[in-house]
């Protein structure tokens, strides 16, 4: 069982950079329900330069592994499935309606996602200074790592916030 010390103990690595911040940042986006805010999840993704990151984190992660065997497993699955089931003409029509189903979507959304990344660049702009800020007086022993963690994790919970508004 973990006690609030071991938790403090580990938080600071994510705190010690701006990228590791943005990383949890976008982590704690998609928890909380990215789902119902694609539009912002995927802004946010683009314009935080994070992308190709933050998927080396979900297969290198603790259970990312396991994941990634678990997902080739089932995508295998699937294929010989779709296949037995799809073979023939239904097949290409069903693959047919799903590329045009996904180009949709992309053009659909499209111009709300590229007006958010914009936004969102400024906004991220704004949370690297407020970070390099705390972390200025972090480093300069005006703060403690806990008092760090505890503005740090404050102004992370702001930043998911306005993330919502936008």
């Known amino acids: 069982m973990a006690t609030t010390a071991d938790k403090e103990a580990s938080a600071p690595a994510a705190?010690?950079?701006?990228?590791?911040?943005?990383?949890?940042?976008?982590?704690?986006?998609?928890?909380?329900?990215?789902?119902?805010?694609?539009a912002?999840?995927?802004?946010?993704?683009l314009a935080s330069g994070q992308m190709a990151s933050v998927a080396k984190d979900a297969v290198a992660g603790e259970k990312g592994l396991r994941n990634v065997a678990f997902g080739a497993a089932g995508a295998v699955a699937l294929r010989f499935a779709l296949r037995w089931a799809l073979g023939g003409p239904l097949g290409i029509l069903m693959?047919?309606?799903?590329?045009?189903?996904?180009?949709a979507f992309f053009i659909k959304n499209q111009k709300e996602i590229s007006q958010k990344i914009g936004r969102f660049r400024e906004r991220i702009a704004d949370e690297r200074k407020k970070f390099d800020e705390t972390q200025s007086g972090y480093r300069a022993n005006r703060y403690d790592a806990r008092e760090r963690n505890l503005m740090?994790?404050?102004q992370?919970?702001?930043f998911l916030a306005d993330l919502d508004e936008a």
Not at 40 to 45: E, P, V
Not at 95 to 103: D, E, F
């Open 15 to 38: 705190y010690d950079t701006f990228e590791d911040y943005l990383r949890l940042a976008i982590k704690e986006y998609y928890d909380r329900g990215w789902k119902s805010r694609r």
């Open 40 to 45: 912002n999840f995927i802004a946010l993704l």
């Open 95 to 103: 693959t047919a309606a799903m590329a045009a189903s996904l180009v």
């Open 152 to 154: 740090v994790d404050g």
């Open 156 to 158: 992370l919970k702001r």
